[in-house]
């Protein structure tokens, strides 16, 4: 590298990532990005991880049971198949039809619209979730206006005994 009359170095040409990401890599992480190091050397941990707890199953088979081994062979499993992605390009996520709505919509759809718990006005999106566990408009919306059974004065106590756990000081000995 060349330094001109200050001391600072000339900057260096633009190096793409070796996994072909798409992103700019330095020779501080072996010419890779940021993101396909810390991936490397994620399962190069992983990897030892797995090769010293083989070597503890190894060496103490007379002593460790059944769960051991298949937590041992579920780690090493991991590790082969971290090690396979890290070599190979990963392919983006396929997309699944629309023949299927998610669990989520479909018991929305049979649940119907949201309503006040009191009026029983339609209140979508704007709906207002009361502590004891309902739905309100906007004019429902508060305690005192739709009778709400949930105890407000005892969880505000418990909040503040939780925040403020109670501070006694030592008894100091008389001389």
């Known amino acids: 590298m060349e330094q001109n009359e200050t001391g600072c170095q000339a900057p260096q040409a633009s190096i793409l990532c070796v996994n072909n990401c ?9 010419n890779m990005c940021s993101k396909c190091y810390k991936d490397l050397v994620l399962n190069q941990e992983q990897t030892k991880l797995a ?3 083989i070597q503890s199953i190894v060496n103490g088979s007379s002593s460790s049971n059944s769960e051991n081994d298949s937590n041992a062979a579920a780690l090493t499993a991991k590790a082969h198949a971290a090690a396979a992605t890290s070599e190979t390009i990963v392919a983006p ?6 023949a299927a709505p998610p669990a989520s919509e ?9 309503r006040c718990g009191t009026c029983r006005k339609r209140v979508g999106l704007t709906g207002f979730n009361c502590r004891c566990g309902t739905t309100f408009c906007a004019i ?9 059974p949930f105890d407000y004065r005892t969880a505000a106590q418990e909040a503040i005994a939780k925040a403020n756990p109670v501070v006694k000081a030592e008894k100091i ?3």
């Open 22 to 30: 798409g992103f700019f890599g330095t020779a501080t992480t072996m």
């Open 51 to 53: 090769a010293s707890s």
């Open 93 to 98: 996520p396929q997309t699944t039809t629309a």
């Open 106 to 114: 479909a018991s929305q759809e049979a649940k119907g619209p949201t």
């Open 140 to 148: 429902h919306r508060y305690s005192d206006k739709h009778e709400c």
């Open 173 to 175: 000995d008389k001389i």
